[in-house]
């Protein structure tokens, strides 16, 4: 978790996974561990690299989810990558508090995530950035949803939370 957490991006789905059966782990997981540490082992050389003079100061940010990804109880995870200068500045990837009943709405709870940690991260009051910062998602339709500010009948279930990102759109950020 120490990597991960420290310079290790690439680990943080998988030490989350991990993670989740540390208490009762079975020998399929023990396996799984092994895999991550021959990937380590054969990794050494990897690692977060800052190329300030090769891009312009913006924030790359990124959300994505898998839809019901984990059998146990359909919960859906986030994934949330946040690059600046060429690197890795903020990323997680974390099991979603509800259960999604479509891709759209995992999407949007990533998404929402995703903002959240923007938000965050934002330099903006420490350092001048040449842009607003966008959050590129692969979700049309959660796209779409953060653009309108009408419900609609098929969204009007959702948590009002998540409509953060409706309203970090319509405000500009």
Avoid at 37 to 60: E, M, N, V, W
Avoid at 83 to 107: C, K, N
């Amino acid at each position: 978790m120490y990597l991960m957490l420290g310079t290790r991006p690439d680990l943080a789905y998988s030490v989350s996974f991990l993670s989740q059966t540390l208490a009762t782990a079975s020998t399929e997981d023990v396996v799984r561990l092994k895999r991550v540490l021959r990937y380590l082992a054969g990794t050494c050389d990897l690692g977060i690299i800052y190329r300030p003079k090769l891009c312009s100061d913006i924030l790359d940010c990124y959300s994505d989810a898998d839809f019901g990804g984990f059998n146990k109880t359909g919960r859906s995870t986030s994934d949330v990558l946040i690059t600046h200068a060429d690197g890795a500045i903020s990323w997680l990837s974390q099991r979603q508090a509800v259960t999604a009943t479509s891709t759209t709405e995992a999407e949007l709870v990533a998404a929402t995530e995703a903002v959240k940690e923007i938000v965050c991260v934002d330099f903006r009051g420490m350092r001048k950035l040449s842009e607003v910062p966008v959050l590129k998602v692969d979700n049309l339709a959660t796209v779409k949803l953060a653009h309108n500010p009408e419900f609609h009948h098929r969204t009007k279930h959702r948590k009002r939370k998540y409509f953060f990102v409706r309203e970090k759109v319509l405000e500009g950020d």
